[in-house]
């Protein structure tokens, strides 16, 4: 039997997938561009990564992970040198297809689940509507 509330609580998994894909894609364009993506860009990615796995959220839901995956983007990019950020970003935009192995990647999916738990705890994110 279904949990009656269990429509109430986002999906941890696709929502930090979702931030993982934005940081893979903010640094994408760091690196490759030298720009950084906009909080309003990144909630419109993040509305297509999001109807891909079939999931619809509110504009505020959407830019509470686009802040999100600027956090982790952020701290990857200041704690990384030009080298290793294009290595390490290499290694996320490839692990977007997820039939690629990459040493890296878990630990930053990790943290995009950490800082989504985070969020739902001190409830930074949207409770959705009802």
Same mark, same amino acid.
């Given at each position: 039997?279904?949990?009656?509330? #269990? #429509? !109430?609580?986002?999906?941890? $998994?696709?929502c930090a997938a979702a931030i993982f894909a934005l940081v893979a894609h903010r640094l994408s364009m760091f690196y490759e561009h030298d720009y950084w993506m906009t909080q309003a860009q990144a909630a419109a990615m993040c509305s297509e990564w999001l109807m891909r796995s079939k999931l619809n959220m509110s504009l505020k839901a959407r830019k509470c992970l686009a802040d999100l995956s600027d956090e982790v983007a952020a701290q990857i990019r200041d704690s990384l040198s030009? !080298?290793? $950020?294009l290595f390490t970003t290499h290694e996320l935009m490839e692990s977007l297809d997820e039939r690629y192995i990459s040493e890296v990647s878990p630990a930053i999916m990790d943290e995009c689940v950490r800082v989504f738990r985070e969020a739902l705890q001190t409830g930074d994110f949207p409770a959705p509507p009802g």
């Open positions: 039997m279904a949990d009656p509330d #269990s #429509s !109430e609580m986002p999906d941890v $998994g696709k030009r !080298e290793a $950020g």
